[in-house]
């Protein structure tokens, strides 16, 4: 046999008692034998509390209350049952209403509410609901017997808590259905002392008494029926990605209970644990859903941390003196203080030198606290032994719980690089000794993102989000989002990740989602509901976004934007940039930007800065932690000029080239840059940094291969203007060099920390001879590669194969981030 419980919504409404029909016919269908409990009908308990309340009052407005009721259980009767069956269930109840009257009328005029005349008031609830549920499947042929649980369930005389005699209560259960046979729709919630006076069970008080049936009646399940799927692995309302778990241990459940998933009460759950009688957590509005299944089994789970909980409002007391060191007493004396004071400590540490105790209570508790601890320690204070103590607030507490955690090392580690990584702040940790629950205190606007984190981190299977802002849509981030699209199902499919735009802007216009812009029309988007751009404002909006796994891509060739970097790594957010700006600036900013990445644990990352998606960065960074050195660095840095002298064969003008390059996205949003050497010099001062040299802008030495007068004008229209001036010296050049059977190559060369650029012709045989299209080539001469330098060579500008160095980096700080 089964006990079925049945919460509150599931019988609060014509549609929700269906269902309920429909649940039991199941059972019968599959010949299962079932004893049902009922709770009262939603809203009602609250109801009478009010109606016990106002009338010891003397307030009259006890009557609308009471009114209320007749309404709403009336109401449910006639749209529940045919005309014709109505008149008996409506006499039973409004003979139930006149009851109550009466009893509430007396607390009016004896101005008094008695605990026990609270519960008589209460027990009209789970009473009415009882009758209401057997009357109508009784006219549904199911052949239901209303069963008053004061009849069986026996307390004793602590009302609102009532404690249960179990033994009287086991005869009685025994003999009552012994002698029902019948389908038995038991009342939950309320009993009755050895006086016959009706008690009631305290909160979770229905779920109690189906505990206490199924031990006594040896069930081998009890169902517990309500409106969510089960017991969830994180508050679906803080954590979108929280599922329901298929099974969780008792000792966990009762964890879980204790940080505010209410979807049980653990006192309920003792009759059953004793017996070992698993419970099934079930959703009457999602009948096919499995549920979660509370028992002794559920080790075997595929989960090592079950659930995130949290407590969003606490306080933290710091108590501390060099006078409590060695000295025996001290917490045995704070403990007392404050437990006398009927304080409730939520979380405790300390640390081994004894110097300090820090725990947590309910804010509601802090100010008493503060008062019960100086009085405690009054003279202690008073000689400069301990120290006021300090409370901080607006700080919440996150759980991990699971028993599996105790044996698997590295749950810890997870839980605070996790947080670390987010940039979440821990203030104080707990973790018992049981290693059931590790907590954490962390700040309160902290709270939801160190939940998302933690959840992402521990239910790998579930898909996690990467939350992407991007400043500048151009030709590098429309590409980049193209490319995104195209991987989109991949990604979700085979890493569970989901790559989110959530912040967006060019220089007119931003856009925020959290939940992520579309990524089939984001761009319209943008430039039809945007608000008007201001970097400010965006770097304001991610801090407050807050959100966990965050990546800022700055695809603007801005200094104003790459002047942002610091305060957005400083914000705990990694940096993402194919932008020079900000490695090529003074040494200082430089450096400043890696030690934000350090001292944050975020990361910054500029693989695209030389030589697009060409692993040229990298392998430095590879080269030097191998131990190697670079001596000299060597090669073509522009995609551009590489294009313009691999192209120029006489049939087109120079310019013209120029103007292609610029078609094809090789040159910089103002193609000046890369023909006046500035983006080379760029790129050369950042490797010249990679290896290890404090250059300065000025340092670089750079021959021009134009004069300065040709970038000197007002526009880009006007330098193509001006450059057509030039096409006969460069034509000229060309063909000198061919004449000796070479090519023109603009070289940037760091030797021995002395940078280098110009423009040379080189012969057949040189390693810069053979190349085409916008062919970069690098190479590096190392301790270790002497003899024979590395070389990396291919297309080194280009929208796709900077957008795809970019997409890398990101992906990169994605699993650094997991
Ligand atoms: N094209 C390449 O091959 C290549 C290779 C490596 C690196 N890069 C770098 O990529 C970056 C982007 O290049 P692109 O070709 O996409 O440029 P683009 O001109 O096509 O796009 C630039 C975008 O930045 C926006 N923008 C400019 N200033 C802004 C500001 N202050 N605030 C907000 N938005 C602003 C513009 O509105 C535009 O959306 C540049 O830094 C460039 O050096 C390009
Ligand atoms: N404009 C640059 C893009 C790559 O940084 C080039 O031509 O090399
Ligand atoms: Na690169």
Not at 322 to 335: E, T
Request: aromatic share 8%; with cysteine; proline share 3%.
């Amino acid at each position: 046999m089964k006990v079925i419980k049945f919460g509150g919504t599931s019988v609060g409404s014509p549609h929700a008692i269906r269902e309920v029909q429909n649940i039991i016919e199941g059972f019968d269908a599959n010949g299962e034998k079932i004893a049902v409990v009922v709770s009262a009908q939603s809203g009602i308990t609250n109801k009478l509390v009010r109606i016990g309340t106002l009338a010891a009052d003397q307030d009259e407005e006890y009557t609308t209350v009471f009114n209320d009721i007749e309404t709403q259980l009336m109401n449910l009767i006639t749209e529940l049952m045919p005309i014709n069956r109505q008149s008996q269930i409506i006499a039973e109840i409004k003979k139930l209403l006149n009851d109550l009257e009466d009893v509430v009328h007396g607390v009016y005029l004896l101005r008094e509410l008695t605990p026990r005349s609270a519960d008589f008031i209460l027990s009209f609830g789970e009473r009415f609901s009882a009758r209401i549920i057997s009357a109508f499947l009784l006219v549904n042929g199911i052949d239901a017997n209303y069963t008053d649980a004061r009849e069986i369930i026996k307390t004793n005389s602590s009302f609102g808590e009532a404690k249960v005699d179990f033994d009287e209560t086991g005869r009685l259960i025994h003999k009552y259905f012994d002698t029902n046979q019948k389908l038995n729709i038991v009342t939950g919630f309320i009993a009755s002392n050895d006086k016959g006076q009706t008690t009631t069970l305290g909160r979770g008080g229905s779920d109690y008494t189906a505990a206490i049936l199924g031990a006594v009646l040896e069930a081998e399940e009890i169902q517990i029926w309500t409106d969510v799927d089960g017991v969830m692995t994180a508050d679906p309302k803080k954590v979108k990605r929280a599922f329901s778990l298929p099974t969780i241990s008792y000792m966990e459940a009762m964890e879980m209970t204790h940080f505010g998933a209410k979807v049980i009460y653990p006192r309920t759950l003792q009759p059953a644990v004793a017996k070992n009688i698993p419970l099934r957590i079930k959703n009457t509005f999602n009948q096919g859903f499995d549920g979660t299944v509370i028992s002794d089994m559920s080790v075997n789970s595929d989960y090592t941390v079950k659930g995130i909980t949290s407590m969003e409002d606490v306080v933290l007391v710091n108590f501390q003196g060099a006078g409590m060191v060695g000295v025996p007493g001290i917490a045995s004396r704070l403990f007392g203080s404050l437990a006398r004071a009927e304080i409730n400590v939520v979380l405790i540490t300390q640390a081994s030198s004894e110097h300090s105790i820090t725990f947590a209570v309910l804010p509601k508790d802090a100010e008493k606290c503060r008062l019960v601890v100086e009085a405690e320690f009054e003279r202690e204070i008073e000689t400069g032994k301990i120290d006021q103590p300090n409370i901080e607030y607006n700080l919440s507490i996150v759980a991990c719980i699971g028993e599996k955690m105790r044996e698997t090392p590295g749950i810890s580690g997870k839980l605070f690089s996790t947080l670390g990584k987010n940039g979440v702040n821990i203030k104080a940790t707990a973790q018992g000794s049981s290693e059931l629950n590790i907590s954490v205190v962390i700040e309160k606007p902290d709270l939801s993102k160190a939940l998302n984190a933690l959840h992402g981190a521990f239910f790998k299977g579930e898909i996690h989000s990467l939350n992407v802002f991007m400043v500048g849509a151009g030709l590098i981030g429309k590409t980049l989002w193209d490319q995104i699209k195209d991987q989109y199902e991949y990604f979700i499919n085979e890493r569970r990740l989901n790559i989110k735009l959530v912040g967006i802007a060019n220089s007119r216009k931003m856009l925020f989602d959290k939940e992520g812009i579309d990524l089939d029309n984001w761009y319209d988007q943008l430039m039809e509901s945007g608000e008007q751009s201001d970097i400010h404002i965006f770097v304001q909006r991610m801090k407050e976004f807050n959100l966990p796994q965050s990546v800022f891509i700055d695809n603007t060739a801005s200094k104003e934007i790459a002047a942002q970097y610091k305060k957005i790594l400083n914000s705990r957010i990694s940096v993402v940039t194919p932008n020079k700006h900000a490695n090529s600036g003074p040494y200082r900013y430089y450096k400043e930007l890696k030690e934000a990445e350090l001292k944050n644990g975020v990361k910054y990352l500029y693989e695209t800065n030389v030589s697009a998606g060409l692993p040229v960065i990298k392998t430095i960074e590879g080269l030097k932690l191998s131990g190697d050195r670079v001596i000299k660095v060597e090669g073509v840095l522009s995609g551009t000029i590489s294009y313009l002298f691999n192209n120029f064969d006489g049939s087109k003008p120079f310019s013209e080239l120029v103007k292609e390059a610029k078609e094809k996205g090789y040159t910089e949003p103002d193609p000046r840059e890369d023909l006046n050497g500035m983006d080379v010099a760029r790129k050369l001062l950042i490797l010249a940094r990679e290896t290890g040299h404090n250059l300065e802008p000025e340092d670089i030495n750079l021959e021009k291969m134009l004069p300065e007068s040709c970038f000197d004008v007002a526009s880009v229209d006007d330098f193509f203007v001006e450059l057509k001036k030039f096409d006969d010296v460069m034509l000229e050049r060309k063909n000198e060099a061919e004449k000796e059977g070479k090519k023109l190559r603009y070289i940037a060369c760091l030797d021995n920390g002395k940078a280098e650029i110009k423009l040379i012709t080189v012969g057949p045989g040189h390693p810069l001879f053979d190349m085409s299209g916008s062919d970069n080539v690098v190479s590096y001469t190392s301790q270790r590669y002497k003899e024979r330098p590395m070389v990396i060579k291919g297309p080194g500008a280009g929208a796709e194969v900077t957008a795809s160095g970019v997409f890398a980096d990101v992906l990169l700080i994605s699993s650094y981030l997991e």
